[in-house]
């Protein structure tokens, strides 16, 4: 069972408004993306109706990175979800687009990192549920000291890697310029500048980005050789959990799903790249509940937001999906959550400007054409080119 410390606050802390005389009866969409996150909302839902019983629900499972764009052809549609949840990242676009509403709640009890997640031109918008980053899970059983190195993960290959049994060292989706992004900026690599918001600094073929992506581009050579086509998600989550791969990255979202599957794993800062001095940096992100522009409902599903975010339902949350409440009172102490938060020393929070949306498409199509044999300088050339076209 996890230890969670809680620091007991005072009931004032919680959002009033979710306590308020019950509303007017009305019916709230709810997005959000299934497995352990689906798990939590369903019982937010629950626990909600208690306090006010006027309020139904529907549950539609919408993935959070898929929300953003479904919301701005559904939403004018009429047919959006009144709260759904999406990464930080995606900010810049709803903001700009005006696809949801401003948060007006009190922020005091969240973290500094959750609360600029949660905004955008100096407005709160988000309702942070989870901070995170993704780091290196490890199978206890077979590695049961984790390698500091890629140099130590290449060792170990040596003796593991069977090609015919789908044995291999290490595995992650290699065409996600998310998980990618280590190599990315393993060197130095800066993403839209120091701060993260100069879209002429995107550094995409600048020297330290070559030679990550070459050292990317060795890995499939030497230890890796599976077709990017088929190291999707699915092969690396089912392969851990069958022991075939003893090491992955991953991040809190998977922790729930492989404490299920029965495997004695560990998480540990990501591998330095050959010759550099320090764990390479990840991306870390705030996942946010927000509240939709087009609700006929406005009120009453900023205080199921409000709701989501206190304290109480976020602890169960935690007890449930693994990922770390982005909260001042709450403090996890698990194994598995303090491997991700030593991985998110070194962790850059993703840009939330719009052109993040090139990054995305023109870094992906990179890293799967270098994965599979193409020239590294003349792919992240192609993906500079579409971010300096991009507007």
């Known amino acids: ?89 995606h900010m810049g676009s709803l903001v700009i687009g005006g696809h949801i509403l401003e948060n007006t709640m009190d922020m005091s009890a969240f973290v500094p990192a959750a609360v600029i997640g949660a905004s955008y031109g100096g407005k709160v918008y988000g309702y942070p549920l989870a901070v995170e980053t993704y780091a290196l899970f490890y199978n206890k059983d077979i590695i049961p000291n984790p390698p500091k190195t890629w140099e130590e993960v290449f060792e170990f290959a040596k003796t593991w890697t069977d090609k015919s049994k789908n044995k291999y060292a290490i595995a992650w989706p290699v065409t996600d310029a998310y998980y990618d992004f280590l190599f990315y900026a393993g060197y130095g690599a800066q993403l839209f500048g120091p701060n993260g918001d100069d879209r002429h600094q995107h550094n995409l073929n600048s020297p330290e980005a070559v030679k990550g992506v070459q050292f990317f581009q060795q890995v499939r050579k030497q230890i890796l050789d599976v077709p990017s086509g088929d190291m999707t998600g699915d092969f690396v989550k089912s392969s851990f959990q069958e022991g075939t791969i003893p090491m992955v990255l991953g991040g809190p979202w998977d922790i729930a799903v492989y404490k299920e599957a029965g495997v004695n794993f560990g998480i540990t800062t990501l591998p330095i790249l050959p010759g550099a001095k320090d764990v390479p940096a990840s991306f870390s992100g705030v996942r946010l509940a927000v509240v939709s522009a087009y609700s006929e409902n406005p009120e ?82 192609k993906a500079a080119a579409a971010m300096e076209a991009a507007r």
């Open 300 to 381: 009453q599903a900023k205080k199921f937001a409000e709701f989501l975010v206190s304290r109480e339902e976020l602890v169960k949350r935690f007890d449930i999906t693994g990922q770390i409440p982005p909260r001042k009172d709450i403090t996890v102490e698990d194994e598995w959550s303090q491997g991700i938060l030593a991985q998110s020393q070194y962790a850059i929070p993703m840009p939330k400007i719009t052109q993040i949306g090139t990054y995305w498409s023109a870094m992906g199509a990179a890293f799967a054409n270098v994965w599979d044999g193409a020239d590294p300088v003349d792919e992240l050339n």
């Open 1 to 89: 069972m996890k230890k969670i410390v809680l620091v007991l606050m005072a009931l004032a802390l919680v959002a009033g408004s979710v306590f308020a005389a019950p509303s007017k009866k009305v019916t709230l969409k709810v997005w959000e993306s299934q497995g352990p996150e689906e798990k939590f909302i369903k019982q937010a839902i629950k626990d909600y109706r208690k306090v006010d019983r006027n309020v139904k629900f529907i549950y539609e499972p919408v993935g959070s990175v898929d929300a953003d764009g479904k919301i701005m052809l559904d939403g004018p549609a009429g047919v959006g979800a009144d709260v759904f949840v999406v990464p930080h990242d």
